[in-house]
């Protein structure tokens, strides 16, 4: 099941990636070229500099791999205890009719998915702050110390 949804979100992340490097990569690299860069550091400066978005690019087919219930459905079937999973539990018991349930269930999924994509941003916003310091440190000179 976890191979359907790489497979799927595969080509989600690949156009985003390309439609981003299409646009302002370009403009990246060449002024790669002007700071005299070879092709690996070319390569290299395109990726820090479009890493956060990037990083938008993973949590959205992340966010898409989490909801998705055909694939999964079609790779594991929906065998309690073995490849039952939250959004074919939904699937399975919004067919029943037995919709509180299914709405309970969503609304799990809806609070785990936030709790991820909260957490990941927050160690993101962490990294950005402890970058944005870092010159600020380094010209007080108390590393050097």
Known sequence: MIIAQTVLVTPLIMGLTYNLTKNRGKEIEKLGITLGGNKFQIILLVIKELEVDLFINIVAAFSRAISEVGAVMMVGGNIK????????????????????????????????????????????ETEIRQLTLLPT???RGSLTK
């Open 81 to 124: 205890g073995h490849t039952r999973v939250i959004t074919t539990s939904i699937a399975m018991l919004n067919s029943m009719g037995n919709y509180t349930m299914a709405i309970a269930l969503g609304l799990i999924l809806l609070l785990i998915s936030l709790l991820i994509n909260s957490t990941i941003y927050s160690f993101r």
């Open 137 to 139: 440190i380094l010209s």
